[in-house]
């Protein structure tokens, strides 16, 4: 295994040792063991994270059952620096600015070892080299979110002759979306909800049409949708906004069939096919304008993110600088 020497066996780290709220059970520990590594994996020194929704779901104990061991200390979203890389790895190497969502499935066995750390251990595949025009904190905001906009865009079979509408367009996922179906994946139109405050955000993303769902359902519209993606929930109005033999792909349980829920599965390769769009400024990562919170505000930005989250629309990661 290559590795720079100055690897220190403890690091600090934000930690829960038990199930709750994530603000109630969060506690700084500055002696928490150093991941090992394993040979497919590689070892970062973590420079940015961004907070999701899941991370306050998996502190409740919402999935448990197939959850890793506590102690856990959270954060899927990275950005940082390998400094350590296993014997079967091949595409990166020491000093390799890299980022992603380090669970390559979210809800099973998930990292005891989260982002918010000074190091984490992640598998090759679900990491890629940063875009170089992207900061480490914008870079960390991006991998959940745009993996899972980019699956379920595939899901639904977008492409160039397709129209598609986004519920809530204004959100981490939703954002990314618009983007994808306009630059990417090349739909003919890009319709999106949002509330009146975030209108010219999505006109400024690439939307074609907006729709302030505060005045208007959408459901009522007389045009119709080869594709709807439901990121708030509102799958019954959704199946009624698409044309026949149109797809509902959703993020939000429960889905009304035929609407498709799907989970994103973390991919590395997701990651290094966006990077040309990132890199020319085709898509843009969308950050919270509260962000970045210093590392000692962890607790602070959970609160922060939780009360956005309960607004339609608004599940913005949340970065933080780590070091």
């Known amino acids: 295994m290559a590795s720079t020497p100055s690897i220190p066996s403890h690091m600090k780290a934000w930690t829960y040792s038990e199930y709750g709220n994530i603000e109630d059970i969060l506690k700084f520990d500055p002696n928490v063991p150093v991941p090992e590594l394993k040979d497919d994996q590689v070892l970062i020194k973590v420079v940015a994270a961004a907070l999701n929704p899941v991370d306050y779901k998996r ?50 066995n998930p990292k005891a070892i989260g982002s918010l750390a000074e190091y984490t251990a992640a598998e090759e595949k679900v990491l890629a080299h940063k875009p170089f025009n992207l900061s480490f904190v914008e870079a960390s905001s991006l991998p959940l979110a745009i993996i899972t906009a980019y699956q379920g865009l595939e899901r639904a079979s977008l492409s160039s002759q397709k129209s598609i509408l986004v519920l809530g367009g204004a959100g981490g996922v939703g954002t990314h979306v618009v983007q994808l179906s306009k630059h990417v994946f090349g739909a003919s139109k890009v319709a999106a909800t949002a509330s009146s405050g975030k209108l010219e955000l999505l006109r400024n993303l690439g939307a074609d049409l907006l729709i302030d769902y505060t005045k208007v359902n959408f459901e009522d519209l007389p045009e119709k949708f080869d594709v709807v993606f439901d990121a708030v929930g509102q799958n019954e109005r959704a199946l009624k906004a698409i044309k026949e033999g149109g797809k509902v792909v959703t993020i939000v349980e429960p889905e009304i069939p035929p609407a498709i829920w799907y989970l994103l599965n973390s991919e590395g390769v997701v990651l290094e096919k966006l990077k040309p ?43 933080m600088n780590i070091n």
């Open 277 to 319: 769009y990132l890199e020319s400024g085709k898509i843009k990562p969308i950050v919270d304008p509260k962000s970045p919170f210093p590392f000692s505000n962890v607790v602070e930005a959970f609160a922060c993110l939780k009360t956005q989250s309960h607004r339609q629309n608004s599940h913005t990661p949340h970065p």
């Open 59 to 108: 502190a409740l104990g919402n999935f448990k059952n197939s959850d890793s061991p506590l102690p856990t200390s959270p954060g899927y979203d990275v950005a940082g620096v390998v400094v350590k890389v296993g014997s079967k790895v091949k595409k990166f190497k020491v000093g390799d600015e890299v980022y992603g969502d380090i669970n390559e499935n979210a809800l099973k």
